[in-house]
């Protein structure tokens, strides 16, 4: 057995004695809740003469329950047609259930699981291995596994059923890839929460990922970055090509899958903007006009001509493969974040307005949206798009809006009748940040769990019965920008957020509680996570320091904290916190909450990491856009930064020059902007010098575009910055020197 914190332990050894414990059985931690729960006096003991009666029951929920079962019991699990007098599993159709609902009842004989659907039996199939010991979601061998001769249940009974049927993730793999493996890995992760939709994102300005025989450059050259590549690197993709697709085949089993796992997965093909991998394949496509305008990303010449005929037949063709590899009743076509400059320099597009009698570019983004619907239609498909559809267009009544912006803006589609997927940005978009000192992107506010969970899709709309049916469902979105690095950064920023959807999605709102899901989250799901192979996030620990004491509290019991005491990253092997520490060198100890080899970020002691400030003088090549100057980088103010108006070409610098020598230990420079790590630079050196002629070389960029002088034997005089290669981004972002 393996655990490495004595608080899981003893956690464990309860829930194994619970037999020896008579009817002390402690309540299970379900997530998500469901909608009733009754526990009844007595126990059922489960034990090697356990039968599977397969009656009535799915075949491959069967054979999954099996599977899960042998994970943790050391004895095969009969299968059977008949019940048995005692210890058993058998399930019950039942039709005048919802599609969805269950029943599973524990009593001293066996468990009985009643549904209409095979996705009613599936779900309950989940609520029972949440019964079970975490190892039941562990690899079958390893040293993970955990043999049991018996295992102890309460006795129960639970009614339950969805709030919404639509209860879905969106995951971006064009910014970043993720192969097949990692998306049914990832399947498997929503199906154990019962989420039943997999929004996945396909292309966009930097890849197009799906295979389209009719038109092979899409992923020959649209699915690739790097230097010499169609599309230009991006988000720290680095200088080698970067990239991938799923063949058609890989679709096909992906879809399978997820459709055994009662998971519809609904393709985006992000349209007429964010068309850069198409655009870089087949540049007819674009507006007749040498003009560039850039998009809100700063991407150029990414916009299908919506006057140009012959791009509706190439997006017919398109539709026809997208509509038979996904069985899926939509197609999401994005329709957001349009650039329309273009459309207004275009004349096929000018052209397009007079003949239609239109005034406004907005309104060509509707005729767009009004021949997608014409197309999808002819292959049995119904149109799904971001909240800019329903504007200045009046959608086909079953068209499918996806809510991002505003709970308003989700309102105003409601009011048009028109059925809605919340996703709204400031609860659910789980590539913003955890908190203000971690990772990831904030321009939509801080995604806490608590402020994710204060979520309710339905809001507070005094909206009619009619009206709330029209919002099917919440839905979290990750963007994959910030994806590439640190190693499993995905896995941290889904979870346990997408634990959060699942309860948004499933549990009714009057049943929902932030410190109820809290305290079920950390006494079992963690543990949960932990065996399903997910590198879940976890809170950070509270560090304070006064008179010279550091202390230190982990974020819930059942967590620990480790330390360092040289700046480096704790790891499993470094020491647990215990009682306090004294220290006149606070600023050398590093922090980090785990639960066995998971980690949170690491956190130094607040407030006593001491840069020097010098004055200092900052000359360069460098073209500064409209926005920052090079005196941002003169004022030690660590939340400022100098940002290009260009990409950097070869030959390009930047110097710091110190009006006396410094006298120092190590130098970081840092180039992108602050917490995002977004524009740095990728192909470039670093130099410092003594006298301020004479240089010496610090040593390439890294991944976190950044290099740390050390080994520093004399008083340094001046810092600079060389380019040696063409930048990945359209500009880059240098931040002040953290010299200690």
């Avoid at 007098?85 to 066996?110: A, H, P, Q």
């Avoid at 200088?239 to 991938?244: D, E, F, P």
């Avoid at 149109?383 to 809006?401: F, K, M, T, Y």
Wanted: proline share 5%.
């Amino acid at each position: 057995m393996k655990k490495l914190t004595t608080t899981i332990l003893i956690v464990l050894f309860c829930a194994v004695t619970n037999a020896v414990m008579g009817n002390n059985v402690k309540p299970v931690n379900f997530i998500p809740l469901p909608q009733e729960v009754t526990y009844n006096d007595g126990t059922f003991l489960m034990d090697n003469q356990l039968v599977l009666c397969t009656a009535n029951a799915d075949k491959f929920n069967i054979g999954y329950l099996a599977k899960h079962l042998n994970r943790v019991f050391d004895f095969t699990v009969s299968q059977s047609s008949k019940t048995s007098g005692t210890n058993y599993i058998r399930f019950v159709r039942e039709s005048s259930m919802g599609d969805e609902e269950y029943r599973l009842v524990v009593d001293n004989k066996g468990i009985t699981i009643t549904s209409k659907t095979k996705a009613g039996e599936f779900y309950a199939i989940q609520t029972l291995l949440q019964m079970m010991p975490a190892e039941i979601y562990a690899p079958l061998e390893g040293p993970n596994r955990m043999l049991l001769k018996q295992w102890t249940l309460p006795q129960i009974k639970i009614s339950d059923f969805p709030r919404f049927v639509y209860r879905g993730n969106m995951l971006d793999v064009s910014r970043t890839f993720f192969d097949k493996q990692y998306i049914l890995r990832h399947i498997d992760w929503l199906a154990y929460h019962k989420i039943n939709k997999f929004h996945i994102h396909l292309a966009d300005d930097n890849g197009w990922r799906v295979e389209i025989k009719k038109y092979p450059l899409l992923t020959e050259r649209g699915a690739w970055r790097g230097y010499g590549e169609a599309l230009v690197p991006s988000f720290n993709s680095g200088k080698a090509r970067y990239g991938g697709f799923y063949t058609q085949d890989d679709i096909r089993e992906m879809v399978a899958y997820a459709a055994e796992r009662n998971i519809e997965i609904i393709p985006e093909i992000d349209l007429p903007g964010h068309s850069k991998s198409v655009t870089s394949t087949y540049p007819e496509v674009l507006c007749k006009t040498s003009a560039e305008f850039l998009s809100v990303q700063g991407e150029g010449k990414n916009v299908f001509c919506v006057g140009n005929e012959a791009n509706y037949k190439m997006l017919d063709n398109i539709m026809k493969e997208i509509s038979k590899l996904f069985p899926s009743e939509y197609i999401h076509i994005g329709g957001d974040e349009v650039q329309m400059k273009a459309w207004k320099e275009c004349p096929d597009c000018q052209a397009l307005m007079q003949k239609e009698g239109m005034t406004d570019e907005k309104q060509l983004l509707g005729y767009f949206v009004g021949r997608m619907e014409k197309i999808l239609q002819k292959y049995g498909k119904k149109l799904a798009g971001w909240d800019e559809i329903v504007e200045d267009n009046e959608l086909q009544p079953d068209s499918r809006v996806y809510a991002w912006r505003r709970m308003n803006v989700a309102l105003a589609a409601i009011q048009k009748g028109r059925p809605t997927v919340t996703q709204i940005g400031e609860y659910c978009y789980i590539d913003m940040k955890y908190s203000p000192i971690e990772r990831g992107h904030n321009w939509a506010g801080i995604v806490s769990l608590e402020k994710m969970y204060s979520f309710d899709p339905i809001g507070s709309f005094n909206l009619s019965k009619e009206q709330e049916k029209l919002i099917i469902g919440p839905q979290a979105g990750l963007w994959a920008e910030m994806l590439i690095f640190p190693p499993h950064f995905s896995e941290y920023q889904l979870y346990p957020r997408l634990c959060i959807l699942s309860e948004i999605g499933w549990t009714l709102q009057d049943k929902r509680d932030f410190k109820d899901f809290e305290n079920r989250l950390t006494l079992s799901h963690y543990e949960r996570l932990y065996d399903m192979g997910i590198a879940f996030r976890l809170p950070y620990p509270t560090v304070t320091y006064q008179n010279n004491t550091i202390d230190v509290e982990a974020p819930a019991p059942s967590l620990v904290v480790r330390y360092t005491m040289d700046k480096s990253e704790p790891t499993i092997n470094s020491p647990v916190f215990s009682g306090k520490i004294i220290t006149d060198t606070p600023q050398n100890f590093r922090f980090a909450t785990f639960f066995a080899t998971n980690k949170s970020i690491t956190v130094p002691v607040p407030d006593v990491e001491v840069y020097m400030t010098p004055e200092v003088k900052v000359t360069t090549s460098l073209k500064a856009n409209k926005y920052t100057n090079t005196t941002t980088l003169e004022d030690w103010d660590f939340g400022t930064y100098f940002r290009t108006a260009d990409a950097p070409v070869k030959g390009d610098w930047l110097m710091f020059t110190f009006t006396e020598p410094v006298k120092c230990q190590t130098i970081k420079v840092n180039t992108n902007i602050p917490v995002t790590q977004f524009w740095g630079v990728t192909d470039g050196h670093v130099e410092y010098s003594y006298d301020g002629i004479n240089f010496i070389d610090a040593g390439q960029f890294d991944i976190h575009n950044s290099v740390t002088i050390e080994h520093i034997s004399a008083e340094v005089k001046a810092v600079r910055i060389l380019i040696d290669g063409s930048g990945e981004e359209k500009a880059i972002a240098i931040q002040d020197l953290r010299i200690q």
